[in-house]
């Protein structure tokens, strides 16, 4: 049997549907990154792990107007087709995502690991609010492999996030970057390493 990889993308949150109609008003468009088929690492990452592993991404819902409730309905949809050992991986709201769902809720299957890239901890750089991502006190993520990526550059996420997840999660293993933004490149070879240590 494969192992399992989910990863659960990042996406945006507001508190009313004007503050999101505003974000749609005020978005400036870089047009040559819808002019090309250039993508960040995850469906690379899936090409790298072909083989030995599922590389399962699922599209989450409203992603530019998030709510947890919604992204927790789908996700459990996944959650029986998952087995043990699966490892976990959040890029953006999607760690801020798996870490309060995880907290939360009881997984009922034993986690490999937990990846947290670029994680939202309380706001985003531009000063927007989880709302009702928000984390709760105490974090739990039901496994003892957890790892936390950040670039101190990242235009989305403040740097400072990086630090309130060590807090909570002092056993974590940190990755800390220089000029990588907010990692979305389209290759990350040390997720992948990350991911293949695991195996040892």
């Not at 995880?102 to 750089?125: H, R």
Request: net charge negative; no cysteine.
């Amino acid at each position: 049997m494969k192992k399992q990889v989910l990863i659960i993308g990042g996406g945006d949150t507001f508190a009313t549907y004007e503050e999101y109609l505003n974000f749609l008003r005020n978005y400036e468009i870089d047009i040559d990154r819808w002019k090309s088929s250039t993508d960040d690492w995850k469906p690379w990452l899936r090409e790298k792990l072909a083989g030995k592993y599922d590389v399962i991404i699922p599209m989450m819902p409203n992603r530019t107007n998030a709510r947890f409730e919604e992204w927790k309905l789908w996700f459990e949809k996944f959650i029986p087709f998952l087995n043990d050992g699966v490892i976990l991986i959040g890029h953006s709201l999607g760690s801020s995502f798996l870490a309060k769902y995880l907290s939360e809720n009881k997984f009922p299957k034993k986690i490999g690991a937990i990846m947290l890239v670029a994680g939202v901890y309380e706001k985003d750089s531009e000063g927007y609010s989880l709302l009702s991502f928000a984390l709760p006190e105490k974090l739990d993520l039901q496994t003892e492999n957890t790892m936390i990526y950040h670039s101190k550059d990242d235009p989305v996420v403040p740097f400072s996030s990086l630090g309130k997840f060590q807090q909570a999660l002092p056993n974590a293993k940190i990755r800390i970057f220089e000029d990588r933004g907010h990692l979305n490149m389209p290759e990350f070879p040390e997720l992948l390493e990350d991911i293949k240590n695991l195996e040892s």
